[in-house]
C-alpha cells in the first residue's frame, strides 16, 4: 500500500528564518506530488507541483521554492521566512498521469513569529 | 468567477437531519470531480468521486450536472461525527493539479 509521510509536524519559526519541508512517498513509483497551503479560515492555495524529478512548476510567486530530488521526495523551502508564510502546509500525491483523487500527508503547522 | 464556489455556511443541523451542499465550477472541459472532508486542524481524506450517474455510499449521495456545471454532496440522517468541512474538488482536465473549492462548514448539533 502506499503511504505519505511529511515533516515536521509542527514548527514555530522567527521572520527572517530559513524553511525546510520534508514530504516523502512510500509503495509507488513516478507520482505527482504536490505542495499546498492552508492560511487560518481560508482555502487550499496550490503552491508547487511536480511531475518527476527536477520537474517543479510554481503556481504562486512567492518567497518559497519546491525541489523534488529523488522520485519520491518532495522538499519545500524557504530562504527567509515572513509573517505571511505563517499557514497548514500539505504535501499530497497522485498517480502519474491520473485524473484521479489526491492523498494528503498529515500536514506541517508553520507558525512565524 | 472562480473556478470552484461552495457556500462557506456555516450549516448547523441537528443529528437526525438531511442536509444538502451545492458547488459550481466554471471549466465545462472539467473531468472529474470529488469531495472531500476536512476535520478541524487535519488534512482532507476523500470522502467520495462524483460519477456522471450519480452514486451513493452509505448515507452520502453525490450527484454531477454537467450542463448546469453543479454538484451536490447530500448527507442523510446526520451524525456529531459529521461535523466538518466539506471540499468541492475538481479536475479541470488531463494531469493538471486539482482546484478546491473553500469549502462549507457543517456543525451536526445534539
Known amino acids: 500500500s502506499q503511504t505519505i509521510h511529511q515533516w515536521p509536524a509542527t514548527l514555530v519559526q522567527p521572520v527572517g528564518s530559513p524553511l525546510s519541508l520534508e514530504c516523502t512517498v512510500e509503495g509507488t513509483s513516478n507520482p505527482n506530488l504536490y505542495w499546498y497551503r492552508q492560511a487560518a479560515g481560508r482555502g487550499l492555495q496550490l503552491l508547487f507541483y511536480?511531475?518527476?524529478?527536477?520537474?517543479i512548476s510554481s503556481e504562486v510567486p512567492q518567497n518559497l521554492s519546491a525541489s523534488r530530488p529523488q522520485d519520491r521526495q518532495f522538499i519545500l523551502s524557504s530562504k527567509k521566512l515572513l509573517l505571511s508564510d505563517s499557514g497548514f502546509y500539505l504535501c499530497?500525491?497522485?498517480?502519474?498521469?491520473?485524473?484521479?483523487?489526491?492523498?494528503f500527508g498529515e500536514g506541517s503547522r508553520l507558525t512565524v513569529l | 468567477r472562480k473556478e470552484v464556489e461552495q457556500d462557506p455556511g456555516p450549516f448547523n443541523v441537528p443529528e437526525g437531519a438531511t442536509v444538502a451542499f451545492n458547488c459550481t465550477y466554471s471549466?465545462?472541459?472539467?473531468?472529474?470531480f470529488f469531495w472531500y472532508r476536512q476535520d478541524c486542524r487535519k488534512e482532507p481524506k476523500l470522502l467520495m468521486s462524483v460519477y456522471s450517474s450519480g452514486n451513493e455510499d452509505g448515507r452520502f449521495t453525490a450527484q454531477l450536472n454537467r450542463a448546469s456545471q453543479y454538484i451536490s454532496l447530500l448527507i442523510r440522517d446526520s451524525k456529531l461525527s459529521d461535523s466538518a468541512t466539506y471540499l468541492c474538488v475538481v479536475n479541470p482536465r488531463g494531469n493538471t493539479p486539482l482546484v478546491f473549492g473553500k469549502g462549507t462548514r457543517l456543525s451536526v448539533i445534539a
Open positions: 471549466n465545462s472541459a472539467s473531468q472529474s
Open positions: 499530497a500525491w497522485r498517480w502519474g498521469g491520473s485524473t484521479g483523487e489526491l492523498f
Open positions: 511536480s511531475i518527476g524529478i527536477d520537474q
